[in-house]
Structures are given as structure tokens and as C-alpha cells.
């Protein structure tokens, strides 16, 4: 017996445990997720009116006063509660479309404090409608007649859902006030009451069973990126409401601006000074809060990447001593630091965006700028460009200083930047002066027909071959391959041809003999090397009989193809879109956690029950005639052996076929063939 039942339960498993899970969802966990509305605890039809609960509770109340029924503190709570969320028809409104109840504490705190006591004790009201009137503050409503006029904008659209009704919406009045104010100029900002029924069901999530809600109660934050127009791509923020979190997911997940990160007076140094390229310039930031940078100086850090790096520093007083090394005095304050042994440029005080970036501008090369692919037509150092001064200057010159990353090129860096700034001041002399050996490099720079700069010669090896091709060019160029590294400086001469530049030369195809021929660059080149000594007045002089001989002598037109220079920086990390900020960890985990709260909001379909409950059904009735066909007896067609026993047989008859020989086809079955013979074999055994 035991055998079978075991047998049965086996065979029955799946419609057994289909039934167990139907139970369980139907008794355990959709009530649950079906609580007792308040109109049940009112005893009431769901969407009654305000003067339908009225009603109900002054009904109530009689019963009460004449002795026929008296609650428990616990059940009059819970009827007063709904009677005062009923009643009020902003709160009652926000219950019956998003089942809002964000008061719903005040039953069980209110319990509390009254425990053991009368209902009569009990002091009322229980809620308060008067603190969480959040009209005043609000600001750039959307009305059903704005919400789709305002995706003409191309900036990013962050809103609010809120209600005039709700405390929590009250209590984030003035952290929005302060996010509205830091996103102002790189995304626009609105709010849509509740009351706009339309649009808040457009921006609220759905149940599988249709009823509109917000996970997160409110204040809702919803945010549509720019080119974004439909509900497909809007991104809800599921995050603490503090400032600091709200804009700072805004601007990664929705603007896509990089995070400038904090550092200490210990981390400073080695992770973001030493990591830094040497041809940006740093920017500092010293904040007394520790509050992330504020968008605009991330969308600066975003454009600004090719020039400068970002980072930030809380201000501590007890480590004044370490940031007066700086020029930094007190927070807040910006410092931009440049070429070594430049003094740092330090602003105290707070800044508004215009004027910072009008800083960031000016400030956003090194005093000696560094010849690189970004910035080559911008310096003016290209063959395929043109003079600072402009298309009508055909003759330039870029004085270059070459050599690898260490002591030896940042101190003649340090003399090329001098040289830079004596030249700079002895444009304002005459020639009358006794720095008239300086006057003509000092005019050529002020006219942008002269420009200084110096290339990484490791990094820019075939560009630094090119110019210096000798043969102690490896001590300045390529990787380090002899124990001494020397700066060299040479100084290329430009010129263009303006009969080539007016007239448009009409391109021909290449004959098969041409094709091999590379282009070469539309400017000529000539370069001198530079032999002398680091005297600053030795250097100016050599400069200014360059652009002397170069300007008066009718020099050779030779034009090459100059080496490509090889971009420094790899790309940046924002460059490649939202999905690319997010780590493949991290999407993993998003993604296990929208597959958890899909499953949680499923547990609340009360279809899932009765669907439990038909599949067990089906598959128990399945199951059962399967087994009862296997166990009904087989009836034979055919007489059985006793049968066949008791009968008697016929007599069977044998028709012999007698055919004759000739009218059999000849067949290799045959047992001896027509006209067959053995033939005699020789020799054999």
C-alpha cells in the first residue's frame, strides 16, 4: 500500500504542487498585496463620494455616543484616519487614481501613544492639512497644453510630480529650488501637479493589473533626455531626494558629464598631479562643503577635457599650512596650475558659471603651449594651415622645443617661457632701445606671426625625426635609448604661395606613374636647429636673425609631406555614451534588479490564482486518464489458444502448381539453370 500511494503522489507531483502554490498566493500573499481599503474600514463601496463617507461615519458616530457598538482605540484610529483622508478631496483624489497614503504612519504611531487608553482621549484631528501646502513653491508649471510644446527645446527636460496635498512633496520644496538652480543653463526644469490627471498617468509606472502608481511615492523625478519625446526613453530617479544625489544622476545618467573627484592633501599629488598629462593644465577646486561640482563645471570639465583636468579638494583649516604652498588662503577658491615653476593663478570666493567659464577660457593653455594634433592649426605649426595672423600672412615661423618628459625639458621649458615673456614686454620698446636685437622676434610675436611652443619628442617621434634628423637626434627623440636626454630647439619657417591659394587648381586623375607619388603639404618648410646656449638674450637673438634672413631673402620653395602627429590622450569614457559609463557589473546588476521588482509586481495580479489553480486542474485530469487507459485490460481480435484447441480444423488443401520447365523464366535462383554444365577445371584441388 505504501508503495502505491507513493507511487500516486509521484505521478500526481505536478498538479499537487500547482495547487499548494494557488493556495498559497490565493491566502497568503495577495491579501497582502490587496490590504483593506479605507472605504472597506468605513464599510463603504470603493469611489464613494465625500458625502457618501460623511455618512458613513456620522453613522458610526451614533452608534458610538448611544453605547450600541464602542471600538477599541486601534479600530477608531483606523475609521477616523479614513474618515479625514476621505473627506479632504486633494488626498482623497490622490488615493483613488494613484493610491497615494503617504500619511499612513500616523495609524500605527498614533496607536502607539494611546495604547490601554479611551477612543475619547484621543486628540484630533489626526492629520493636518495645512503643512503640506506646497503651492507657493511651486514654479514652471506644465499644463496639458505645454507638455508637448516643451520637447521643442534640444535641452534635456528634468520634471517633478508633486501634489499640493503632500508633505514629502512640501518638505523637497527647497532642495528643488536649489537643483532647478544648478541645472539652470544645461537642462530646463518643470513641474506637473497631480491634478494634471493626463500627464501624471503619462509619467507614472503601471501594474500588470492597469492601476497607475509611483513606486517611490512622491515627489517624482522624471527626466527626458535630449532628442527624447515618448515615455520609452523618459528616466525615472529612484535615489535618495538630497541634492547632491539628484543632480549628480542627472548629469551622469541623463546630461552624461564626467565626475570630478575629491582628493586629499595625501592623494593629491600621486593620483591626480603625477597621472595628469603634462600638457593640461590642472584645475583645483576647494570646497568648505564636500558638495559634488556643480553641473556647468562638469559640462566645462566635458569640453574643456583636450585642455585642462578637473579635481577637488575639501578645505580643511588644520591643513592650511599644506595648501599655502598653492596661494589657497581659504574656501572656496579655484587654482589653475600651468608649466613648471609657473606661480599658481588662485581666485578666493564663490563664482558664478559665466565667469568661471570665461576664466576657464582664458586660461586654458599653458604659458608655453605644447604642439600637439589638437592644437597644431590652432598654434599656427601646421604646413596644411595657416598663420595665427590670418590667410594673408605667407610668411610665418614657430620656434619648437623639443625633447623627452623630465628635468632637462622642463628646464628649458621654464627658459623658453622667459624668453616668451621678454619677448611679450619688449614689443611695448622702440627700436631706439638697447633691446633692439629683441625688437624684431618681440614684432613678429605681437603680429602672430611668431609662435613658441614645445613637443613631447618621445611621443611625437617621426614629427621630431622629421626636424632633426641628425644623428644625435635619439637623445631627443623616440624612447630613451642613450643615458642622457637633451632639449634641442628649432625653429621652422612657413610659407605659402598665393597664386596657388586664389586659383583653384583643377584635380586631374593620376596616371599609374603619379599614383605612387605621396601630396605634399601647400605651405614650404625650412627649419634651422638651434646650437647656442640657454641665455635668454642669446636665444631672442638667434630668433629675430632667423625671421630677418627669412623675411629678405628670396629662400627656396620646397614643400614635403609632414608627419601626421599622434593624438596624446585616449578617448574619454563619456565620449561613448550612457551605456559606456556603466560598467558590465554594474548593468548585470540592474538588470537582476528590474527582473526582482518585475517578479514583486506580479505577485500583486490576482490573476495569477485562479491561473495557478486551472494548470493544476488541467494537468491532474491529464494525468488521471493517462493512468486509467494504461490499466483498462486489452481485448484481442484474434480467437484465443483454447479456442483454437476445441474447433476443429479444416482439412487443408495443397493446390500443387504444375507448371512446365518452359514456361519458368530463367533466374539464377533457379536450382540447376537451363542449359547449366560443369566445366572441367585443370590443376585444381
Given at each position: 500500500?505504501a508503495?502505491?500511494?507513493?507511487a500516486?503522489i509521484k505521478?500526481?507531483?505536478v498538479?499537487?504542487?500547482?495547487f499548494s ?5 490565493q491566502l497568503v ?6 490590504p483593506?481599503s479605507?472605504?472597506?474600514v468605513l464599510g463603504?463601496?470603493?469611489y464613494?463620494s465625500?458625502?457618501?463617507?460623511k455618512?458613513?461615519?456620522e453613522?458610526?458616530?451614533?452608534k458610538w455616543?448611544s453605547?450600541l457598538e464602542?471600538?477599541?482605540t486601534?479600530?477608531?484610529i483606523k475609521i ?5 483622508l476621505?473627506?479632504?478631496p486633494?488626498?482623497k483624489r ?10 499612513l ?8 501613544q494611546?495604547?490601554g487608553e479611551?477612543?475619547?482621549?484621543i ?6 492639512a495645512?503643512?503640506s ?5 511651486a514654479?514652471?508649471?506644465?499644463t496639458?497644453?505645454?507638455f ?5 527645446d534640444s535641452?534635456?527636460?528634468?520634471l ?5 496635498g503632500?508633505?514629502h512633496?512640501a518638505?523637497?520644496?527647497n532642495?528643488w ?8 543653463g544645461?537642462?530646463n526644469?518643470g513641474?506637473v501637479e ?7 498617468a503619462?509619467l507614472?509606472e503601471?501594474k500588470p ?11 517624482l523625478l522624471v527626466a527626458?533626455p535630449?532628442?527624447c519625446?515618448?515615455?520609452d526613453?523618459?528616466i525615472?530617479?529612484e535615489?535618495e531626494?538630497s541634492?547632491d544625489?539628484?543632480t549628480d544622476w542627472f548629469?551622469m545618467a541623463?546630461?552624461n558629464?564626467?565626475?570630478?573627484f ?5 592623494s593629491?599629488g600621486p593620483?591626480f598631479?603625477?597621472?595628469s598629462?603634462p600638457h593640461k593644465v ?7 562643503t564636500?558638495?559634488?561640482?556643480t553641473?556647468?563645471m ?5 569640453n ?5 583636468t578637473?579635481?577637488c579638494?575639501?578645505w580643511r583649516?588644520e591643513?592650511f599650512?599644506v595648501w ?5 588662503e581659504?574656501?572656496?577658491?579655484i ?9 599658481p593663478?588662485v581666485?578666493h570666493?564663490?563664482?558664478?558659471d ?5 576664466v576657464?577660457?582664458?586660461n ?8 600637439r594634433?589638437?592644437t597644431?592649426e590652432e598654434l599656427g ?8 595672423a590670418?590667410r594673408?600672412?605667407?610668411?610665418w ?11 632637462e625639458?622642463?628646464?628649458m621649458r621654464?627658459?623658453?617661457?622667459r624668453v616668451q615673456e ?6 611695448e620698446?622702440?627700436?631706439e632701445?638697447?633691446?633692439?636685437h629683441s625688437?624684431?622676434a618681440?614684432?613678429?610675436l ?12 618621445e611621443v611625437?617621434?617621426n614629427y621630431c625625426?622629421?626636424?632633426l634628423?641628425?644623428e644625435n637626434?635619439?637623445?631627443?627623440c623616440?624612447p630613451?635609448?642613450?643615458?642622457t636626454?637633451?632639449a ?8 605659402r604661395n ?9 584635380k586631374?586623375?593620376?596616371s599609374?606613374?603619379?599614383f605612387?607619388?605621396q ?11 638651434y ?8 636665444i631672442?637673438?638667434w630668433i629675430s636673425?632667423i625671421?630677418?634672413?627669412g623675411d629678405?631673402r628670396n629662400?627656396?620653395f620646397y ?6 602627429l599622434v593624438?596624446e590622450?585616449?578617448e574619454?569614457?563619456?565620449s561613448r555614451g550612457?551605456?559606456g559609463i556603466?560598467s ?5 546588476k540592474?538588470k537582476?534588479?528590474g527582473?526582482i521588482?518585475?517578479i514583486y509586481?506580479?505577485?500583486?495580479d490576482?490573476?495569477?490564482g485562479p491561473a ?5 486542474l488541467?494537468s491532474?485530469?491529464s494525468?488521471w486518464l493517462m493512468r486509467?487507459q494504461?490499466?483498462?485490460p ?6 484465443s489458444?483454447a479456442d483454437?484447441?476445441?474447433?476443429p480444423r ?5 493446390k500443387?502448381?504444375?507448371?512446365s ?6 533466374s539464377?535462383t533457379?536450382?540447376e539453370?537451363?542449359?547449366?554444365y560443369e ?7
Amino acid at each position: 500500500m505504501a508503495g502505491d500511494l507513493a507511487a500516486k503522489i509521484k505521478a500526481y507531483a505536478v498538479p499537487l504542487t500547482l495547487f499548494s502554490l494557488a493556495m498559497l498566493y490565493q491566502l497568503v500573499l495577495l491579501p497582502r498585496s490587496f490590504p483593506p481599503s479605507h472605504y472597506d474600514v468605513l464599510g463603504i463601496k470603493t469611489y464613494s463620494s465625500i458625502e457618501e463617507v460623511k455618512e458613513a461615519y456620522e453613522n458610526l458616530e451614533s452608534k458610538w455616543s448611544s453605547g450600541l457598538e464602542v471600538p477599541t482605540t486601534t479600530e477608531f484610529i483606523k475609521i477616523r484616519y479614513a474618515y479625514e483622508l476621505l473627506t479632504n478631496p486633494i488626498w482623497k483624489r490622490n488615493y483613488d487614481v494613484f493610491s497615494i497614503d503617504e500619511q499612513l504612519h500616523v495609524v500605527e504611531k498614533v496607536s502607539q501613544q494611546y495604547a490601554g487608553e479611551k477612543f475619547s482621549n484621543i486628540e484630533l484631528p489626526l492629520l493636518h492639512a495645512d503643512a503640506s501646502d506646497t503651492g507657493d513653491d511651486a514654479f514652471n508649471v506644465i499644463t496639458s497644453k505645454d507638455f508637448q510644446a516643451m520637447f521643442q527645446d534640444s535641452k534635456p527636460w528634468l520634471l517633478q510630480v508633486y501634489s499640493s496635498g503632500s508633505n514629502h512633496s512640501a518638505q523637497f520644496a527647497n532642495s528643488w529650488k536649489r537643483i532647478a538652480a544648478l541645472l539652470n543653463g544645461v537642462a530646463n526644469i518643470g513641474m506637473v501637479e497631480l491634478g494634471e490627471i493626463q500627464i501624471a498617468a503619462y509619467l507614472a509606472e503601471r501594474k500588470p493589473t492597469g492601476q497607475f502608481f509611483f513606486r517611490n511615492g512622491l515627489p517624482l523625478l522624471v527626466a527626458f533626455p535630449s532628442g527624447c519625446k515618448t515615455s520609452d526613453c523618459l528616466i525615472r530617479f529612484e535615489g535618495e531626494l538630497s541634492v547632491d544625489a539628484v543632480t549628480d544622476w542627472f548629469a551622469m545618467a541623463v546630461l552624461n558629464l564626467p565626475r570630478i573627484f575629491y582628493y586629499s592633501k595625501e592623494s593629491l599629488g600621486p593620483r591626480f598631479l603625477a597621472k595628469s598629462s603634462p600638457h593640461k593644465v590642472k584645475v583645483i577646486f576647494f570646497s568648505e562643503t564636500g558638495e559634488r561640482a556643480t553641473p556647468v563645471m562638469r559640462q566645462a570639465a566635458k569640453n574643456y577635457w583636450n585642455y585642462a583636468t578637473f579635481s577637488c579638494v575639501l578645505w580643511r583649516e588644520e591643513e592650511f599650512s599644506v595648501w599655502t604652498t598653492f596661494g589657497v588662503e581659504s574656501a572656496p577658491a579655484i587654482v589653475f596650475l600651468k608649466d613648471p615653476g609657473v606661480k599658481p593663478l588662485v581666485y578666493h570666493g564663490s563664482v558664478n558659471d559665466s565667469w568661471f567659464l570665461d576664466v576657464l577660457e582664458q586660461n586654458k593653455h599653458q604659458e608655453l603651449p605644447q604642439l600637439r594634433s589638437l592644437t597644431s592649426e590652432e598654434l599656427g605649426c601646421d604646413a596644411r594651415g595657416y598663420s595665427r595672423a590670418g590667410r594673408d600672412t605667407l610668411t610665418w615661423y614657430c620656434a619648437i622645443l623639443a625633447g623627452r618628459l623630465g628635468r632637462e625639458l622642463d628646464s628649458m621649458r621654464e627658459v623658453m617661457r622667459r624668453v616668451q615673456e621678454t619677448l611679450s614686454k619688449s614689443s611695448e620698446l622702440n627700436a631706439e632701445s638697447e633691446e633692439e636685437h629683441s625688437i624684431t622676434a618681440a614684432v613678429a610675436l605681437k603680429d602672430k606671426r611668431l609662435t613658441l611652443g614645445w613637443l613631447d619628442g618621445e611621443v611625437q617621434k617621426n614629427y621630431c625625426f622629421f626636424y632633426l634628423n641628425t644623428e644625435n637626434s635619439y637623445e631627443t627623440c623616440g624612447p630613451r635609448r642613450v643615458p642622457t636626454d637633451v632639449a634641442r630647439l628649432f625653429i621652422v619657417r612657413y610659407e605659402r604661395n598665393a597664386t596657388e591659394d586664389t586659383v583653384k587648381v583643377e584635380k586631374k586623375a593620376k596616371s599609374i606613374w603619379e599614383f605612387h607619388q605621396q601630396e605634399v603639404d601647400p605651405a614650404a618648410q625650412l627649419s634651422v636647429t638651434y646650437n647656442g646656449s640657454a641665455e635668454i638674450s642669446q636665444i631672442i637673438q638667434w630668433i629675430s636673425n632667423i625671421i630677418k634672413d627669412g623675411d629678405s631673402r628670396n629662400l627656396p620653395f620646397y614643400r614635403v609631406k609632414t608627419p601626421e602627429l599622434v593624438p596624446e590622450d585616449a578617448e574619454p569614457f563619456w565620449s561613448r555614451g550612457q551605456q559606456g559609463i556603466l560598467s558590465k557589473s554594474m548593468g548585470a546588476k540592474q538588470k537582476i534588479q528590474g527582473i526582482i521588482i518585475q517578479i514583486y509586481d506580479y505577485l500583486g495580479d490576482p490573476r495569477i490564482g485562479p491561473a495557478l489553480l486551472l494548470g493544476s486542474l488541467l494537468s491532474f485530469g491529464s494525468i488521471w486518464l493517462m493512468r486509467s487507459q494504461q490499466n483498462r485490460p486489452v481485448q484481442s481480435s484474434q480467437p484465443s489458444q483454447a479456442d483454437n484447441d476445441d474447433k476443429p480444423r479444416p482439412r487443408e488443401r495443397r493446390k500443387d502448381r504444375k507448371l512446365s520447365n518452359k514456361d519458368l523464366p530463367p533466374s539464377i535462383t533457379d536450382l540447376e539453370p537451363r542449359d547449366a554444365y560443369e566445366m572441367p577445371l585443370s590443376d585444381s584441388d
